[in-house]
């Protein structure tokens, strides 16, 4: 529950008073927002004090003078938040019903910008604005200002300890029943004070805030809360995982143009095809005719089948430029096993094998060939295409990718789950509990 509270009704303040006595135990009381605040604490006995009465103080309730609550910024304390110089004049503790889960809620004064809220909540921050147009929707979704926000929390909020100043009457005890809806980083929340013709709903807005940016902004040099869990509003990784993703689909989009591209404009052109039985091992190497390789991309696939049958064979291969007399040297092997055994038939290997080779300049060339295998006769059939396009480097670029896309929306989820999981109204809760107890 973070969110600020205000007063059930409008309260008239015409006082001009800046210091008094407290009527308890008169102490010296200064008053910050002075014209604007309703109730002060004294900060010697804890003394709720009604100023709201031109020149009169009026002591309201005394907290427990044991309650030891310390602020994490001093009343008193300056600090520029968005670009506007604040000081913090009020403070208040507030929890659930229970009473064991516990906020801070600090009051932020600026004489041209009024008022504002600073919420901690187990280390995280929240800056707190008042609104006056109300949101759309229904009780667990709702629309303001384009965003759409889920109800997180519902529930009662009560008051346990007050210092400094406040522009509305509060003492401790007071009780107001808290709904809060998330759109990270913002956050939605409602106060309802008051019950049936006599309520009263009072909306704030409030943008999460890094706690190192509070600490710096006021000074703050002494311990200082540690943010501990995920915040119902804390930024999301999904944020990011979403700009990822868009990245990512950019890039997948642009890796298939570019595939279809290559695709349509690549020659595939067959340029050497030949079939050969040899004696193993090859005495002399088979020279093939001449071919040309034109065409583009500058590449070509050598593909080479054997009739192995629970044997092997490899082929060595040179292609040779006759212009230019580079050479190319490559070796390429085929194998295939099969049986019976228990489980039945099983096979392994293939009869067909191929490569690409790449920047292989435009020219004349021819194939020098030597082979080796574990049978004494051996037919190879040999043939060669220049500019291929292939699947294997665009699936292996798609699938680099998408690694890291799905590592983070993974993250992501992760990141969500942690956060609903102090929700009754989590999107990730199962419902499988419900369906056991209407069964029975």
Aim: hydrophobic share 35%; aromatic share 12%.
């Amino acid at each position: 529950m973070v969110s600020p509270m205000r007063p059930s009704s409008t309260s008239t303040v015409t006082s001009g008073l800046r210091a008094l006595d407290c009527p308890n135990c008169g102490a010296a009381v200064q008053i910050r927002a002075a014209g604007r605040t309703v109730h002060v604490t004294c900060l010697s006995c804890k003394g709720i004090i009604d100023v709201s009465h031109p020149n009169v103080a009026k002591l309201i309730k005394l907290q427990d003078a044991k309650m030891k609550v310390e602020p994490a910024i001093q009343l008193g304390s300056r600090g520029v938040i968005q670009g506007i110089e604040y000081e913090h004049i009020g403070f208040m503790q507030r929890s659930d019903k229970s009473g064991h889960y516990r906020w801070h809620e600090y009051l932020l004064f600026n004489p041209w910008y009024g008022f504002v809220w600073l919420v901690e909540n187990q280390g995280h921050w929240n800056l707190s604005k008042m609104v006056a147009r109300l949101p759309k929707g229904t009780e667990t979704e709702l629309t303001f200002n384009g965003d759409a926000y889920r109800l997180f929390t519902k529930e009662p909020a009560k008051v346990t300890f007050v210092l400094g100043e406040f522009y509305w009457r509060i003492k401790s005890g007071d009780e107001a029943m808290g709904l809060d809806y998330i759109s990270p980083p913002r956050m939605l929340s409602c106060e309802i004070t008051g019950s049936g013709k006599n309520s009263d709903q009072s909306w704030s807005l409030a943008e999460y805030i890094d706690s190192e940016v509070v600490r710096k902004a006021f000074n703050i040099s002494a311990k200082f809360p540690t943010p501990f869990g995920v915040a119902p509003n804390q930024p999301s990784r999904g944020a990011g995982a979403k700009q990822i993703w868009s990245i990512a689909g950019v890039a997948i989009a642009a890796t298939v143009a570019l595939q279809f591209y290559f695709m349509i404009s690549a020659s595939n052109i067959e340029a050497f095809r030949d079939t050969y039985e040899t004696t193993l091992p090859m005495a002399t190497p088979i020279t093939t005719a001449s071919f040309d390789l034109t065409g583009n991309p500058k590449n070509f696939e050598m593909q080479v089948s054997a009739n192995v049958d629970n044997s092997w064979f490899e082929l060595a291969w040179d292609l040779v430029n006759e212009t230019t007399g580079e050479t190319f040297d490559h070796e390429l092997g085929v194998e295939y096993y099969s049986g019976y055994d228990s489980d039945g038939s099983w096979s392994e290997g293939s009869q067909k094998s191929s490569i690409i080779i790449s920047d292989i300049p435009d020219g004349r060339y021819h194939l020098s060939m030597t082979g080796t295998g574990d049978r004494a006769q051996q037919k190879v059939w040999v043939r060669l295409t220049r500019g291929t396009t292939h699947l294997s480097n665009f699936i292996y670029t798609l699938i680099a990718l998408l690694i890291y896309p799905l590592i983070a929306g993974g993250s992501s989820s992760s990141f969500e789950v942690k956060r609903w999981s102090n929700s009754d109204f989590s999107p990730y809760a199962s419902n499988s509990g419900d369906d056991d107890d209407d069964d029975e």
